[in-house]
């Protein structure tokens, strides 16, 4: 698999999410042991109606669990911030 971004767009459509920003940070570990290994380091940014009221753990918890698979690789680390519309705007 050699587009993660890709892939997590299409794992957290179901999330409808009104934005989906990914950045591949892996430059930035190169020398790091997870990036030797293969995996990447990316930051996502979701902005979506479903994490209205819900707390930031269970935010997380429902990123993970869609791509949870995805680690250790090709994802070595993911930083998420999971935002509700009206924190976004």
Request: proline share 6%.
């Amino acid at each position: 698999m050699t587009d993660v971004p890709a892939t997590l767009r299409t794992r957290l459509a179901d999330l409808s999410p009104v934005a989906l920003e990914i950045e591949d940070d892996s430059a930035a570990h190169i020398g790091h042991a997870g990036a030797a290994g293969g995996g990447g380091h990316f930051s996502l940014l979701i902005v979506s109606e479903a994490f209205n009221g819900v707390s930031r753990l269970k935010r997380h918890q429902t990123v993970m669990a869609r791509v949870a698979d995805l680690l250790p690789n090709p994802i070595h680390a993911l930083s998420i911030r999971a935002l509700a519309p009206e924190e976004f705007y």
